[in-house]
């Protein structure tokens, strides 16, 4: 049996883009699949009118006779196949409704992680970098000692939020690693 793994890196070492490409695509795909519903709705909306105009023309037929229990059956039939396909119109719908919101959930997730994450620890990192060089420039000109544990307090509070989003971001990497994992299955 061969493996996913061993035949996919080629010699220009393009998987890496194939799998990207197969998580961004995610958002693309969640839009064909509600226009390909969407067009199904419209189909089953255009039936229900055509079998409720059938049943009309149904319902003139003339009652006298031998046909006119066929007639009936025709009527009540066209009636019902109509109401059918018409609620299945409205269910797709629906769906419509809840793959849309599905699709937008998920970008907005990932754009929520990706900007929070790609932005705040930079930040971070240079808000410690100055706090560092602040406290350093306070132990050279030999300031008193409340300012120094001011610094070194700040110093700390900028090293433990650096600490926060150095996890933050490896969790979110952690994440995009187990969706990279997911789409290569």
């Given at each position: 049996?061969?493996?996913?793994?061993?035949?996919?890196?080629?010699?220009?070492?393009?998987?890496?883009?194939?799998?990207?490409?197969?998580?961004?695509?995610?958002?693309?795909?969640?839009?064909?699949?509600?226009?390909?519903?969407?067009?199904?709705?419209?189909?089953?909306?255009?039936?229900s009118?055509?079998?409720?105009?059938?049943?009309?023309?149904?319902?003139?037929?003339?009652?006298?006779?031998?046909?006119?229990?066929?007639?009936?059956?025709?009527?009540?039939?066209?009636?019902?196949?109509?109401?059918?396909?018409?609620?299945?119109?409205?269910?797709?719908?629906?769906?419509?409704?809840?793959?849309?919101?599905?699709?937008?959930?998920q970008?907005?997730?990932?754009?929520?992680?990706?900007?929070?994450?790609?932005?705040?620890?930079?930040?971070?990192?240079?808000?410690?970098?100055?706090?560092?060089?602040?406290?350093?420039?306070?132990?050279?000109?030999?300031?008193?000692?409340?300012?120094?544990?001011?610094?070194?307090?700040?110093?700390?509070?900028a090293?433990?939020?650096?600490?926060?989003?150095?996890?933050?971001?490896?969790s979110?990497?952690?994440?995009?690693?187990?969706?990279?994992?997911?789409?290569?299955?």
């Amino acid at each position: 049996m061969s493996y996913f793994g061993e035949h996919f890196w080629g010699e220009k070492n393009h998987g890496f883009e194939v799998l990207y490409h197969s998580v961004k695509q995610g958002p693309i795909s969640t839009k064909e699949l509600a226009d390909f519903i969407r067009e199904r709705a419209t189909i089953e909306e255009t039936y229900s009118k055509a079998m409720a105009k059938l049943s009309k023309l149904a319902s003139n037929g003339t009652p006298m006779g031998t046909f006119a229990p066929l007639w009936e059956v025709f009527r009540v039939s066209s009636d019902k196949l109509a109401l059918c396909h018409l609620e299945l119109t409205r269910k797709l719908q629906d769906l419509i409704k809840d793959v849309l919101r599905y699709g937008e959930e998920q970008l907005k997730t990932h754009k929520k992680v990706l900007s929070g994450v790609s932005q705040l620890l930079p930040k971070s990192r240079e808000n410690y970098l100055n706090r560092c060089m602040d406290q350093e420039r306070l132990r050279r000109e030999s300031t008193s000692q409340k300012e120094m544990d001011k610094a070194e307090t700040k110093t700390k509070k900028a090293a433990e939020s650096l600490r926060r989003s150095v996890e933050k971001y490896n969790s979110a990497r952690a994440d995009f690693e187990q969706k990279m994992l997911d789409s290569a299955l």
